[in-house]
């Protein structure tokens, strides 16, 4: 079965820029989102269609993809930004996230 | 604008039947793809399946032998039943619309709108 793998935490000082990285086989070919959580929340899409933006989500976030890797990049990272976040993409029919990320605004 | 809420039983037996309905409003649920997904205490999240009310149903492989997603058009309603529940089946269960298309080679599946989710337990 298809995997995605995501670094388990990220540590990033108020104003830095976060990335967030998922790898999968060939996962540039296919299509990445990336969602926000955070505790006590349902799962927020921030990014779609590998870059795209949902209306009501800040500039600050931003998506790429090439190769094996999707990237989600939070640039002038805010307090209000630390959370899981998760990778998921879409493999012979089934739906596929990632083991989630956990940003830390230190 | 769309919104789901879930709902069912908060307390499951093991061995025994899961039901739970997501309720669609402000939106048909014909129009659209929608998945049910789960969230283990701790854990991430995990898809369960999703179904198109024209009939096309995609499940979870790890899910397939215990897992039914149906539609309730008349009453916009989203049903999941898994059956033989045992305590690792304990989690927050959403239900998310579901969008699905392509251009050429690309295909892409994202879910857009998400329910807040309902606590499942599993014990006797």
């Known amino acids: 079965s298809y995997e995605l793998t995501q670094t388990p935490s990220v540590s990033v000082s108020p104003g830095q820029t976060a990335t967030i990285t998922c790898s999968g086989d060939?996962?540039?070919?296919?299509?990445a989102s990336w969602y926000q959580q955070k505790p006590g929340q349902s799962p927020l899409l921030v990014i779609y269609?590998?870059?795209k933006r949902p209306s009501g989500i800040p500039e600050r976030f931003s998506g790429s993809i090439s190769g094996n890797t999707a990237t989600l990049t939070i640039s002038g990272t805010q307090a209000m930004d630390e959370a899981d976040y998760y990778c998921?993409?879409?493999?012979?029919?089934?739906?596929?996230f990632g083991g989630g990320t956990r940003l830390t605004v230190l | 604008q769309v919104q789901l809420q879930e709902s069912g039983p908060g307390l499951v037996k093991p061995s025994e039947m899961l039901s739970l309905i997501c309720t669609v409003s402000?939106?048909?649920?014909?129009?659209?793809?929608w998945s049910w997904i789960r969230q283990a205490p701790g854990k991430g999240l995990e898809w369960i399946g999703n179904?198109?009310?024209?009939?096309?149903?995609n499940y979870n492989p790890s899910l397939k032998s215990r897992v039914t997603i149906s539609v309730d058009t008349s009453k916009n309603q989203l049903i999941l039943k898994l059956n033989s529940v045992t305590a690792a089946d304990a989690a927050v269960y959403y239900c998310?619309?579901?969008?699905?298309?392509?251009?050429?080679?690309?295909?892409?599946?994202?879910?857009?709108?998400w329910g807040k989710g309902t606590t499942v337990t599993v014990s006797s």
């Open positions: 998310a619309r579901h969008m699905a298309g392509g251009r050429g080679a690309y295909y892409y599946q994202y879910m857009d709108v």
């Open positions: 402000g939106d048909s649920l014909s129009s659209y793809y």
């Open positions: 179904i198109f009310p024209s009939g096309n149903i």
């Open positions: 060939k996962l540039g070919s296919k299509s």
């Open positions: 269609e590998d870059w």
């Open positions: 998921q993409a879409w493999d012979n029919t089934a739906v596929v």
